[in-house]
């Protein structure tokens, strides 16, 4: 080699790429992707989308079965090598395909959205598997069929793929693209200092763009406040109820504290302020969950609009889900507070989709 060699850039080893994709936790992300998967297929049997795109005309197993092969459609599962559907009946197999091109066709952004996490997943785990061509052709689907906006992680994880297969540039592309989508997406920083020595190309992109983690909780934290608001307004204060949750007025202020301070968007977060913004999210749970939602006098302008209220809630349980994993010291009973709060959620969604025709 000689003494220049030494001083030769080389890539990242394995190792140190499966830290920046997915922190190297092999067993984390198996159980996220199968967790992933139970979720899309249970979304999948009880969305009546398999019905609205082929009738009425299937037994219950029948469903199932198409549900399973329609999951790995979405998915990517069926481009891996040695697939084969569970089901032979060529009937129940167009079902599936019937019903995959409903919901590319944009009409079920939801199960879209989860069709689209689900193959994510799948391809980070074909990756920990070496499977690098295999992952590229998942990813590769994932973006040809988006629906809507496009996954910038999508884009980050094939680009993981050419990198480990040596094709710096293309993955230099991809990496680069992810960015561009979504600016706040871990995991791009790393790539692509090394990426730009190795293709000896200079990052361009623009770096006065905030990256997008910081503006959706900027919108979180408006859509809480906007419940909490109405909450304050339309709720008298029970007065055998001390609870902090049911203090609608305090945790609206609390929420534009938040907001205004710009305390959640800090490189380092204080405890305090992410129990606040559990409070708060929980308190505005409760006004929707327990009064507002089952209040018929409550018109739909009063609130933020469904989409941004399921957003919101979700990316709050995101964001205390991400901190209970940076920091291992989180006290027993707020974690077990934060699980219950999940649950509660769930029942807050289903809500919305019963309320969505009859709010006025």
């Not at 018929?296 to 302008?301: C, D, I, L």
């Not at 399921?310 to 901190?323: K, Q, S, V």
Request: glycine residues 8%; charged residues 25%; proline residues 6%.
């Amino acid at each position: 080699m000689g003494f220049p060699g030494l001083f030769k850039k080389r890539p990242p080893d394995f190792r140190t790429l499966g830290k920046w994709l997915w922190n190297n936790d092999v067993a984390l992300a198996e159980q996220t992707l199968r967790n992933a998967s139970v979720v899309l297929f249970q979304n999948l049997c009880e969305s009546g989308v398999i019905a609205a795109a082929c009738g009425e005309g299937f037994s219950e197993d029948d469903t199932f079965t198409i549900a399973g092969h329609l999951t790995n459609l979405l998915d990517g599962g069926s481009l891996m090598k040695g697939y084969a559907p569970k089901a032979q009946d060529p009937r129940l197999l167009s079902a599936a395909e019937a019903t995959r091109d409903l919901l590319l066709g944009g009409e079920y952004p939801q199960l879209s959205a989860l069709s689209v996490m689900a193959g994510t997943l799948l391809a980070i785990n074909l990756w920990y598997g070496r499977r690098f061509p295999e992952c590229g052709l998942v990813t590769d689907q994932l973006i040809s069929t988006a629906v809507g906006k496009r996954s910038g992680e999508a884009y980050r994880v094939r680009g993981f793929a050419y990198f480990a297969q040596g094709d710096f540039a293309q993955a230099l592309a991809d990496i680069l693209e992810a960015k561009r989508i979504e600016p706040g997406l871990v995991g791009l920083n790393e790539p692509l200092k090394a990426l730009s020595e190795l293709t000896k190309t200079r990052d361009a992109s623009d770096a006065r763009h905030e990256p997008a983690g910081i503006e959706k909780m900027r919108e979180t934290l408006r859509t809480l406040s906007a419940i909490l608001k109405v909450a304050d307004r339309a709720i008298p204060r029970e007065s055998n109820s001390e609870h902090p949750l049911f203090d609608f007025a305090a945790r609206l202020h609390d929420a534009d504290r938040l907001d205004t301070s710009g305390a959640l968007t800090r490189p380092q977060t204080q405890l305090g302020d992410v129990v606040d913004l559990a409070q708060c999210a929980m308190s505005a749970q409760i006004s929707l969950t327990q009064y507002l939602l089952a209040d018929p006098s409550t018109k739909r302008s009063d609130l933020p609009p469904p989409p941004d209220i399921r957003d919101a809630f979700g990316y709050c349980l995101l964001f205390l889900h991400g901190t209970a994993s940076i920091n291992k010291n989180v006290d027993p009973a707020f974690a077990g507070a934060v699980e219950d709060f999940e649950r509660q959620v769930d029942v807050l969604f289903a809500r919305l989709d019963e309320s969505k025709f009859d709010l006025p």
